[in-house]
């Protein structure tokens, strides 16, 4: 119910001036919009017995959760309104629509949040209006209301709200009330528990500081104070000011804390208000949590205060001349100098002065100088003077500060108090630098006997490499000889179907001369019946006879090649020649060009075919008219291959100071200077580049990357015909020139450095293509033979056919990709329930061997990102790559002469192709098997072979083993969610059987509920009642001469004279703090 004030005059009131209680006659509805309307109160039913009726109403007052005085108010009333007021309340409870549901106003909050037009003054009104009923409500409302709003995650709603609220939001009461309604909801112990155990919480509650609203800023301050007094909430605000310090772009975390101390609002009230505000939660940061018995934690947290120039803003504070400000700042100041009276004391000092640096490192000095630390002291310093002075030398400072920081305050077991930079744990650091000598020496025997067994090892593996080698030598030499006996043999094999074919003929003609009657007894048909009858060659025919015998004319000259051509018909003459007297792809006429007098530029074009300028526009054109018109001196002058600097000629003659020989350059600038960069980066001649071309790189001195680029530098046809023209000033060639012409002098240089390119990518290509293979055979067996995954879709087809009983069901199987739709079928009563969740909890529980499907398809991942077309063209790339180095075998072994000194192509690029063609015909029989293998897999699931990919196929696995484990996830944090939900529930019914065990009728409840705890806990902040247990102790300790009278005016504000607590004893009693502890809850034992 919610309090008043007054006496008389209000709506519903219960606890008015008067002797005799006034009659409750009407209650609170809702009117929409809103806005409230009376409604007579109704008694539906008779008043049950005077017995039962206090029993239910013992039951109603529980539930309220009123504090003891208002508890004994309403046991006083008179039978006829306890009934009126139980019936009334029920009435509430039981209407769903009513405000003494949460829904409601959740529901007008959600679409205030959606409302993205700027609210007119009014609609501020009425929000605000709605936002403190829903405050009203969290404090005055049954237990049941804190419940069933926690559970519509309600909460959520008002972070919510916080997080996207606009700025006229953000400075408007609606601000305040919203904070007000977490305040509320802080009071109850299921509230307060959910507040910090939300994750994000206490971080968005601190982003309120930065409005301007001053009532908003004390309510969120007082928030935050009343959260470092309880367990486990002091490390939540100093990470939530941490967050707002990022929030709010500020350089530390409690500027805006100092600038609110120090700034002047004009309004006396207001002002005081919020400084005593700032100072209480001060005080509660330094004082309590980490800082109660930490004497470093407090020291370091002050030390950012007075770093912000907290200490003139205190001096300046006290001219406000306020009581209670007052008593916040001289707590402040009477902690402050006990924590140094501590610190000199483990000195053996009477003072430290901590502002003087002078001061602090003679105290240092004088702690360590005696002892094994002091070396390392001196080296700490030296280093610090090797700190750099420029640029980012303030963060080197930084980055130490925070180290030691974090070292002075971490706790033993490695637990942060404050805001941990680094996530070390130093226990475990000091602990290896204390055993530094003795780690040392373990490790370095281990080592020692390491580096025994590693040359052992070493002698074993350098046996085994040698016998490896001998075998590989062996083997490639038997590969060799193979590989020569098949040549000879297929040589052999041609040999002999030629002679075959051969000998064919002359049966043929043999067999025409019988039939025919044309045989002769001569000696020559004679022998060549003979020697076809004994299966013999028909030897070549006899040389001419004298002129005067018949005989057949004498075989032609050898034509091109090397067969003799047909002769022509009798009596037809022989074919004219073609035009112009050329063959067909023999150079043109000719052309009468000139002869430079000195080498020329090459002009980069592209010249067009002879048999292409019939026809066209070249045929007529007459380029010998230009050149006898041109002043060839001067074009031979100005184009010359000479390189020359224009410094070197001066008033017509040449300098002869400092001068440099000629550069000839015949090739294209851009491609020669591209050509130079190459060559300084390789940093090898061009002998060494020659020779290691020759010897295919056996030296390893070619990067790969290099082969690359050496290829976009490969003499052309027109730059090796240019090199042939001025052979003769080889020694004046340009460096770029220089390389293409002796790289020229290379036989067939390009084709040598296609190979050894091809030689040094080949395992490259091969790893690359070869996972891809195997995941495609893996992952296709896996699916072929996977039981887990038949009985999977056994399931879902059964899931399937009951699901959509009728013109839909009634299949024998579905596609795969049916699998992935599983999830899109939302459950009717737990929307964040699929039907993969259902199956999944089916599963677990009947059938636990298909649970865990995703160990025995584990290869679906990897193939699916495999496509079959680009592998399958990979792999022909590396097949045309090996033809390519057998063509050019070929080609070298058919070369005539010996090969050139210091050329291995042959030994090298044999070898590398027998072993090369073997792991390429295992691939390519894998590939074949994987496709085989899948093919299988696409059919046994019923899909089309044509259009089927492993990118389709085993995507469609991949996709569904993801939601599969994601879903198990989901179930796992469902049941975390379900267990604190019933944990929870559980300990409401402990409390309400503990409530109902209790004595019934009147009495208070000094150990039970405890709404208004959390008010009463900051109330008890902001006067300052909550420091006083530790003041009087600090006071003690100090044993100075203060007049008896102050003392007793001190004590008297923490006590009143008639033995009754003081406001801060019964705050922490309700909250479960002792004198100067921490916070428990005393039903519960939770926040």
């Not at 002075?389 to 030691?404: C, E």
Request: glycine content about 6%; hydrophobic content about 35%.
């Amino acid at each position: 119910m919610p309090r008043k004030r007054g006496g008389g005059g209000g709506l519903c009131g219960c606890f008015g001036g008067g002797d005799e209680p006034p009659s409750i006659t009407f209650g609170i509805v809702d009117g929409g919009d809103g806005g409230m309307l009376l409604h007579p109160m109704e008694v539906a039913e008779p008043m049950p017995p005077l017995d039962e009726l206090n029993i239910k109403f013992a039951e109603l007052v529980d539930e309220l959760d009123l504090t003891a005085e208002h508890r004994e108010r309403m046991f006083d009333l008179p039978p006829e309104k306890k009934w009126q007021i139980y019936c009334s309340k029920k009435r509430e409870q039981e209407d769903p629509n009513s405000l003494a549901w949460p829904v409601y106003y959740l529901d007008k909050m959600k679409v205030v949040m959606e409302d993205i037009i700027t609210p007119t003054e009014e609609e501020i009104e009425n929000r605000t209006k709605l936002v403190d009923s829903l405050k009203t409500a969290l404090r005055t409302q049954p237990m049941r209301f804190v419940i069933r709003f926690l559970d519509l995650d309600g909460l959520s709603v008002l972070l919510d709200f916080l997080e996207r609220m606009d700025y006229e939001t953000m400075e408007s009461p609606i601000h305040t009330a919203c904070i007000g309604c977490i305040k509320a909801l802080m009071n109850n112990s299921l509230g307060r528990a959910n507040v910090l155990a939300h994750p994000t919480a206490i971080n968005t509650i601190a982003q309120s500081l930065s409005t301007e609203n001053v009532k908003t800023k004390i309510a969120v301050l007082e928030i935050l104070g009343g959260v470092c007094l309880v367990p486990g909430g002091h490390k939540k605000v100093l990470d939530s000011m941490c967050h707002y310090q990022n929030y709010s772009s500020e350089r530390t975390r409690f500027q805006r804390l100092v600038h609110d101390l120090d700034r002047s609002t004009g309004r006396y009230r207001e002002e005081v208000n919020l400084k005593t505000a700032v100072m209480s939660f001060i005080n509660a940061v330094i004082k309590y949590g980490a800082g109660e018995d930490n004497l470093e934690f407090r020291i370091h947290l002050r030390y950012e205060f007075l770093m912000l120039g907290i200490q003139p803003v205190i001096d300046k504070m006290r001219s406000l001349e306020n009581a209670t400000l007052d008593r916040h700042l001289d707590f402040f100041q009477l902690v402050r100098n006990e924590d140094e009276r501590e610190l000199a004391k483990r000195f053996d000092m009477v003072h430290v002065d901590v502002r003087s640096a002078n001061s602090m490192f003679d105290v240092i000095k004088k702690k360590i100088a005696h002892t094994q630390a002091y070396p390392n002291f001196l080296s700490l310093l030296q280093h610090f003077l090797l700190l750099p002075n420029k640029g980012s030398s303030i963060y080197h400072w930084s980055l130490v500060d925070r180290l030691v920081q974090q070292i002075v305050l971490q706790y033993e077991d490695g637990m942060d108090p404050d805001v941990s930079p680094f996530d070390i744990n130093f226990k475990d650091v000091i602990e290896k630098v204390i055993n530094q000598d003795i780690i040392r020496q373990r490790k370095a025997e281990e080592k020692e006997k390491e580096c025994e067994e590693l040359k052992k090892e070493l002698e074993r593996k350098e046996r085994e490499l040698d016998n490896k080698n001998q075998e590989k030598e062996d083997a490639m030499s038997a590969l060799n000889s193979v590989q020569e006996k098949y040549e000879r043999q297929a040589i052999e094999l041609q040999e002999a179907k030629r002679i075959s074919d051969h000998f064919q003929a002359q049966l043929a003609e043999v067999k025409a001369m019988l039939s025919s009657g044309k045989f002769t007894n001569s000696s020559t048909d004679d022998e060549k019946v003979m020697n076809v009858m004994k299966g013999g060659i028909v030897p070549p025919p006899p040389a001419p006879l004298p002129p005067g015998n018949v005989a057949p004319p004498p075989p032609p000259p050898p034509g091109v090649f090397g067969g003799p051509p047909p002769p022509p018909p009798p009596g037809v003459p022989g074919a004219p020649p073609p035009p112009g007297g050329m063959l067909l792809g023999m150079p043109g006429k000719k052309r009468n060009i000139p002869k430079p007098s000195n080498p020329l530029k090459s002009f980069n074009w592209s010249k067009l075919p002879e048999t292409q300028v019939k026809d066209t526009i070249w045929h007529d054109i007459d380029d010998a008219k230009v050149l006898k018109i041109m002043d060839l001196t001067d074009f031979d002058k100005e184009f010359s291959a000479y390189q020359r600097s224009q410094a070197d000629e001066e008033d017509g003659y040449v300098s002869f100071k400092s001068k440099k020989p000629k550069e000839l350059s015949v090739i294209d600038g851009r491609r020669a200077q591209n050509c130079v960069i190459l060559l300084s980066k390789l940093k090898l001649t061009n002998k060494e580049i020659s020779a290691a071309v020759l010897n295919m790189d056996q030296g390893e001195d070619l990067p790969r990357d290099m082969l690359e680029q050496l290829l976009k530098y490969v003499p052309t046809t027109e730059e090796t015909s240019l090199f042939k023209e001025h052979d003769s000033a080889i020694d004046s060639m340009a460096r770029a020139d220089r390389f293409l012409y002796d790289m020229s002098k290379i036989s067939h240089y390009e084709q040598r450095l296609k190979c050894l390119y091809f030689k040094k990518k080949f395992q490259e290509r091969m790893n690359d293509c070869k996972p891809k293979v195997e995941a495609v055979l893996k992952a296709s067996k896996e699916v072929y033979s996977s039981k887990k995954l038949r009985r999977l879709l056994e399931i879902v087809l059964a899931f399937g056919n009951y699901m959509n009983r009728g013109a839909r069901g009634n299949a024998s199987g579905f596609k795969v990709s049916s699998l992935n739709k599983i999830m899109d079928t939302k459950s009717s009563v737990h929307r964040q329930l699929t039907l993969l969740h259902y199956l999944l909890e089916m599963l677990e529980k009947k059938f636990p061997e298909v649970y865990s499907l995703e160990d025995e398809i584990p290869s679906v991942h990897e193939a699916a990102r495999v496509n079959l077309q680009e592998l399958e063209k990979d792999i022909g790339q590396i097949k045309l790559g090996l033809k390519d180095i057998e063509k050019e075998l070929e080609f070298q072994k058919n070369q005539a002469g010996p090969p050139k000194k210091g050329d291995k192509f042959i030994q090298v690029m044999s070898d590398f192709k027998t072993i090369a063609s073997v792991s390429f015909s295992r691939l390519t029989d894998q590939l074949a098997q994987a496709k085989e293998k899948f093919v299988k897999s696409v059919k046994l699931f019923g899909e089309d072979t044509q259009k089927s990919t492993p990118e389709e196929f085993f995507g469609t696995f991949n996709e569904f083993l993801q939601s599969f484990s994601e879903a198990k996830v989901d179930i796992e944090n469902f049941r975390k969610q379900r267990e604190m939900e019933e944990k929870r529930a559980k300990i409401e019914a402990e409390r309400l059987a503990n409530q109902k065990k209790k004595k019934k009728g009147k009495g208070g409840q000094p150990g039970g509920p405890n709404n208004g705890e959390f008010d009463d806990l900051i109330s008890a902040l902001r006067t300052g009642d909550v420091f006083n247990d530790d003041m009087t102790k600090m006071q003690k300790k100090r044993k100075k001469s203060v007049p008896q009278k102050n003392l007793v005016q001190r004590q008297t504000n923490g006590s009143n004279g008639n033995g009754r607590k003081s406001t801060a004893e019964m705050s922490r009693e309700r909250v479960g703090l002792k004198p100067g502890g921490a916070v428990r809850d005393t039903r519960t034992g939770a926040f």
